[in-house]
């Protein structure tokens, strides 16, 4: 991956727990490193296929010093969300940002905080069989769009399909989403568990009849047994009402425990 750097900028403004800081101000200094690739801009000579590094750096001043905030972690999370926000072509981006007046009462070079946000490629399964399942489905779709760092990508057709672990219920509309985000799993699980719970979801039966259902089946080819989100989903390979809709959208997907792509899971299946 090529880089872009942006190296000590050097930007007086207002951000600090204490007044005097707010009141007075500082000196801090601010690096960018951006992660994305230059090959046909470097080619074809033309500046929209890569970052105008200047118009970005006054960009990123110019948000810098537009409010006052308590934290410097909260501010390179604000500039590292606005890079990937307002530019597509980058994939990651690094910010640190050093206090070289701390008011910590010692001499010290400086204090500093870095972060790096990335784009992941995620894949959502979704269900519904109560009420009106298709507009069940717009309403959580455009809830979805509607959160900072998420950008839906592919939207599967949506298919009926018999209950699944429970079949004392109604038919289920099914479908599956490629979204681009830089959440990380646990930001956006934390996000579908509460557009679940604003759209009406109760869990009181398990695979029993819902509203609406939102699972995270592939994150990147991350694999991970935290509690809270497991990915890949663990029983994705077992269920055709969620490869059938996957596999409109991404046939090549690799499960990265079953080392398979979408398409040779449902062919298991059938």
């Not at 942006?6 to 601010?30: S, T, W």
Request: glycine letters at 4%; a negative charge; one cysteine or more.
């Amino acid at each position: 991956m090529d880089k872009i750097y942006l190296k000590d900028i050097e930007i007086f403004a207002n951000h600090g727990l204490f007044q005097e800081e707010k009141v007075l101000g500082q000196k801090f200094i601010l690096s960018l490193e951006l992660s994305l690739d230059i090959k046909e801009c470097a080619k074809t000579h033309d500046l929209t296929k890569s970052v105008h590094y200047g118009d970005l750096c006054h960009k990123v001043i110019d948000l810098f010093q537009s409010e006052s905030i308590d934290l410097i972690e909260t501010v390179v999370d604000k500039i590292a969300k606005f890079v990937l926000d307002n530019y597509s072509i980058v994939n990651e981006v690094k910010v640190l940002l050093k206090k070289p007046w701390a008011p910590i009462g010692r001499h010290l070079d400086y204090a500093a905080v870095e972060t790096t946000r990335s784009r992941h490629k995620a894949y959502i399964t979704i269900g519904s069989n109560m009420g009106d399942k298709e507009q069940n489905f717009i309403n959580a779709m455009k809830k979805i769009e509607e959160i900072e760092g998420i950008k839906i990508s592919k939207v599967s057709s949506f298919i009926t399909t018999e209950p699944w672990g429970n079949e004392d219920q109604d038919e289920f509309l099914n479908g599956a989403l490629e979204i681009k985000t830089y959440l990380t799993p646990q930001e956006l699980m934390r996000e579908l568990l509460r557009i679940e719970l604003e759209l009406g979801r109760v869990r009181e039966v398990k695979w029993g009849p819902r509203i609406i259902d939102l699972d995270i089946v592939l994150f990147d080819d991350i694999v991970s047994n935290d509690e809270f989100v497991i990915t890949p989903h663990p029983l994705m390979h077992l269920r055709d009402f969620v490869l059938k809709p996957l596999n409109e959208i991404a046939p090549y997907a690799l499960h990265p425990l079953k080392n398979k792509r979408v398409f040779e899971l449902l062919e298991e299946i059938k």
